[in-house]
């Protein structure tokens, strides 16, 4: 149950080492967040951000195996995660970016790519609900994109999983109206993290710092979708009118 203030006091986080998520929970942690769980591909890589949480002031902070693309183990990890106590934010940070020229030859992995960033989402983002709804409290935050809201041809495979996925945590929060239980959408645009490493910064680049501050004003502020920064709201309401023509030049130009 969030504290006297409205702080979040536990979470867990599905992709506990992203970049974005340990920025997010270097904000929590302070104000109030006493029990943390990273659930993450290789979670005895996580040794220094646990111990990193602590110093900050979580008295519990654990790790557990989880992978998107293992949906049939999603109930279980997440019912066995809440069974140690309420959990006030379940965060969905996981997400694959790949390389999309890879990906035009490789339609398997592309079917992998959207299994972990779309059906990965749908089956821990329902189980979360599923619990949460039991407890009767909680807020569930995923991970979206501003590559979402247009499809770009530079990268339409992640653009089109993050569509989707956006879609599905907004009918999700709809369906969980009056539970008690809410739903937030992040729309960054492109953010200095590992998933980014190396490529050329687009413009209203921004850093997993930036992108904290805005779920952490967002959660507090009770927002159902943030975007970081706020003015590519208004960026991406006029690309997603243009005409496809027009679209494919200015997509293709960075
Ligand atoms: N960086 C950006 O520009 C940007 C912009 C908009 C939205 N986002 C979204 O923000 C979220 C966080 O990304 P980030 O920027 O913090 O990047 P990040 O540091 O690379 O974090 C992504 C995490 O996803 C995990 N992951 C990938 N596949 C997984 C799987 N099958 N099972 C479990 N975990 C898996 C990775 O785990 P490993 O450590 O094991 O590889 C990694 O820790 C993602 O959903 C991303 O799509 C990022």
Redesign the pocket.
């Known amino acids: 149950m969030k504290n006297a203030l409205g702080a979040v006091q536990s979470a867990l986080v599905?992709?506990?080492?992203?970049?974005?998520?340990?920025?997010t929970l270097r904000r929590l942690v302070p104000q109030g967040c006493r029990r943390v769980v990273l659930?993450?591909?290789?979670p005895d890589?996580l040794t220094d951000d646990v111990d990193a949480l602590k110093e900050a002031g979580a008295a519990n902070v654990t790790t557990v195996a989880?992978?998107?693309?293992?949906t049939e183990s999603h109930a279980a990890l997440v019912d066995a995660c809440f069974a140690g106590g309420d959990i006030d934010l379940v965060l969905?940070?996981?997400?694959?970016?790949g390389e999309q020229k890879a990906l035009d030859d490789d339609p398997e992995a592309a079917a992998?790519l959207a299994?972990?960033?779309y059906v990965?989402v749908v089956s821990s983002g329902l189980a979360a609900a599923g619990c949460m709804r039991k407890q009767g409290h909680g807020t569930i935050v995923v991970?979206?994109?501003?590559?979402g809201e247009r499809v770009r041809k530079a990268n339409f495979v992640?653009g089109s999983t993050?569509a989707a996925?956006d879609a599905f945590a907004q009918g999700l929060g709809d369906s969980l109206a009056g539970s008690g239980v809410r739903v937030m959408v992040?729309?960054?645009?492109?953010?200095?993290?590992?998933?980014?490493a190396g490529m050329e910064a687009?413009p209203f680049?921004t850093d997993?710092e930036a992108?904290a501050d805005a779920i952490v004003n967002g959660l507090a502020s009770g927002k159902e979708v943030v975007w970081?920064p706020p003015a590519l709201r208004w960026v991406m309401t006029a690309f997603r009118h243009l005409p496809r023509p027009v679209w494919r030049r200015v997509s293709s130009s960075r």
């Not at 599905?14 to 920025?23: F, K």
């Not at 969905?92 to 970016?97: D, K, S």
Request: charged share 20%; aromatic share 8%.
């Open positions: 599905l992709g506990g080492a992203s970049d974005i998520a340990q920025a659930a993450a591909r290789h890589e989880f992978d998107a693309l293992d969905i940070a996981f997400g694959v970016l992998d299994r972990a960033n990965g991970m979206s994109s501003v590559a992640y993050k996925a992040v729309r960054p645009g492109f953010v200095h993290t590992k998933m980014t687009a680049a997993p992108v970081v």
